[in-house]
């Protein structure tokens, strides 16, 4: 079971709005950067997010982060069938002194 | 433009050690710069194995650093990991990313396209 929970699969229909959400605890969410990836079917993952809610240069605004506590979401506006995707969240544990990533949650575009 | 991409073998017997390399190019192990690990196993999540930085800084993952190893070799601008003492459940693809220290740990920006490794005698 991972240290960081997200729901296993969420759906929206295009132009929706989804969330994701990643719930951890003081020694992983509660002090360190959040992180959210996606992976298409057979490609590399890709970073959306960094330190919490910053996006990276190329990753649509349509992609936006927030924390706040021990827990954290990704929420994507304008749903589109080229979201479909798994999506993960990563952070550091200081109890456990390493990276965590969540379980993942696939995305469905339905 | 950073590209990173994974090479070694993708069969390996159980009990057998397997080394895979990460040849990158479009930037260099210097200040602030590291490479990490992460595979993904059939079906399940992503998970995190280990890193190095430009200043031989590494971390690696509690329940694996027993068997982990990573190396760089800033000459040829490759990044080394061992894992020994294979078993099936390691079977999976393995990636390796660019990371930056400042942005913290669990920051990768750029990825390679993963190698798959299967264990199974």
């Known amino acids: 079971q991972s240290v960081l929970a997200q729901p296993p699969s969420a759906s929206g229909t295009p132009g929706q709005r989804v969330t994701i959400s990643c719930s951890g605890s003081s020694s992983n969410i509660g002090t360190n950067f959040l992180y959210w990836y996606q992976l298409l079917p057979g490609t590399a993952p890709k970073l959306l997010i960094y330190r919490n809610n910053q996006r990276p240069s190329g990753v649509p605004d349509r992609f936006s982060g927030s924390r706040s506590g021990t827990s954290a979401s990704l929420a994507i506006s304008g749903l589109r069938s080229e979201d479909e995707a798994d999506y993960y969240c990563a952070t550091w544990d200081d109890g456990l002194r390493g990276v965590v990533f969540g379980g993942g949650t696939k995305l469905t575009v339905l | 433009q950073i590209t990173l991409k994974e090479s070694g073998p993708t069969l390996v017997k159980p009990t057998q050690t397997l080394a895979l390399t990460c040849t990158f190019s479009?930037?260099?192990?210097?200040?602030?710069?590291?490479v990490g690990w992460v595979r993904q196993p059939p079906g399940k999540a992503l998970e995190w194995l280990g890193l190095i930085f430009w200043n031989d800084d590494f971390r690696y993952s509690p329940s694996l650093k027993s068997r982990l190893t990573i190396t760089k070799d800033t000459s040829k601008n490759q990044v080394v990991l061992t894992m020994t003492n294979m078993v099936p459940v390691d079977t999976g693809t393995y990636f390796c990313?660019?990371?930056?220290?400042?942005?913290?740990?669990?920051?990768?920006?750029?990825w390679g396209q993963g190698t798959p490794v299967t264990v199974s005698s």
């Open positions: 479009g930037f260099s192990l210097t200040s602030g710069v590291g």
């Open positions: 990313a660019h990371t930056r220290y400042t942005y913290g740990f669990g920051y990768f920006d750029n």
